[in-house]
Each structure stands twice: as C-alpha cells, then as structure tokens.
C-alpha cells in the first residue's frame, strides 16, 4: 500500500493472469485519507494496450474509488511473462464539491505550482490458475487409499472384499456353466447324427431283406406247385 499524504493505493502491482487471444482485466483501490477533495489521473506508458476506468476522478473525503484496468486480447506472449509496462497515478487536491467534469490539465502540472503527488504501479504477468488434479476423494496424494467407514463405525475393507470375492465366484460359475452347457450341446448334435446314420442303415436293411424274402416266398410257391402237380398226375 502507498502512504502518501493525499490518496492510498491498495495494490501497487498490476497482477494479469496472462492469457492469450483474451482481454484480461483487474483493479486497484484508492483511499482518501483527508478531509479535502481529491482529484486523480492515471496515465500509462503503453496507453494502446490498456482501458482504464475511470482514469480521471474525485475521491471524496475519507472515502474510496475503485479503478479498473482492462489489458487488450494479446496474440503474443512477453518472454518469460516479463512485463515492462507502468502506471503512473497522480493526486491532487480540487476545490471543494469539485466533480469529475472539473478536472483539468493544468491541475496536474507541477510547474503550475500546484502539490501533485505521484506514484508507480508496475505491471505483473502471471500464469492462470491451472484446474485441480482429479483426486479421489478422501485420499491423499502418496498415500494409501483409506478403508471404507460406515456410519456403525466400523470398517467396510473386508466388506467390499468379500462382495468382489462374491462376484468373481459367481462369474467364474457362469463361465463354467456356459462351457458346460456348450459341450453338452456339441455331444447332442453328434449323437443326432449318429442316430440319423443308424435309422439310414436300418432303413436300407430293411429295404433289402424285404426283398428277399420276396423271393423266398415265389420259389416256395413255385415248389409246392411243382408237388401238387407231380401229385396229381400220380393220382
């Protein structure tokens, strides 16, 4: 903070949380400490770069004005985050019920006579605030992770070690199941081939001893005609 006899300023240090291709803006306070009037200035040594608001104005007695500094979209970054730019704030004190619209030049022009004080607020790149790491809650970085409380009171470590032990057991049955399952079903088809072979066996057999016994029939009818007919010409 400055002290001088006229106005306070509360920071001295312009701090810009530097981004590219982003217009980026902070503030600074300034106190009247005394019971006059006090007129102000704000002049900059890079006056393209920066929008200040207000930059001329009265500070009432034993009261505050806040003024805003707007940095422009910048599309390069200084070596370093190094900045040399610099404010210069001028104080002085106005006639009483003086408004901005009374501010003139000529009040801040020490050859002039008039008491004006000054003071130098530098300017400060720095890196933006980077988001949190995601940790998990309830844990620390580099420690081990802390055992599950229920509100009993009690620990749940061994409680959700026995549900993962559950789980895994049972998934371990399924899979032996759906192998079980497969197998069998590989085994059945096999067999319904191997039935459908038989029945087309069984079929072809049956086919063929059909006819034999056909022929077996025709040549013992054949045969006991032969007899009757021997029998009848003996008669």
């Known amino acids: 903070m400055s002290a001088g006899e006229l106005l306070n300023i509360e920071p001295l240090e312009l701090k810009f949380p530097f981004e590219l291709k982003k217009q980026i803006s902070c503030s600074f306070q ?38 805003i500094v707007t940095m422009q979209a910048q599309k390069e970054a200084p070596a370093d985050l190094v900045c ?5 704030l001028q104080s002085t004190v106005a006639s009483p019920g003086a408004t901005p619209k009374d501010i003139t030049g000529d009040m801040f022009n020490k050859e002039s006579g008039n008491l004006v004080e000054e003071c130098k607020l530098k300017v400060v790149y720095v890196s933006p605030p980077q988001p949190p790491s995601p940790v998990a809650e309830g844990s620390e970085e580099g420690s081990s992770p802390r055992p599950l409380i229920f509100e009993n009171g009690s620990f749940g470590g061994s409680e959700v070690s026995r549900k993962f032990v559950d789980t895994y057991d049972r998934s371990s049955e399924a899979r032996s199941l759906i192998s079980k399952l497969t197998e069998e079903k590989a085994a059945a088809v096999q067999h319904s081939k191997r039935i459908r072979q038989e029945l087309e066996l069984l079929r072809h057999d049956s086919n063929k001893s059909r006819g034999g016994v056909s022929v077996v029939i025709v040549i013992v009818f054949g045969l006991l005609g032969i007899i009757l007919g021997y029998t009848l010409k003996r008669t």
Do not use: Q, W
């Open 84 to 88: 040399r730019d610099k404010f210069l």
């Open 30 to 67: 300034l106190s009247n400490k005394t019971e006059n009037h006090v007129a102000f200035k704000v002049k900059t040594t890079n006056p393209k770069k920066y929008c200040v608001r207000p930059n001329t104005g009265i500070v009432l007695p034993r009261s505050t004005c806040d003024v």
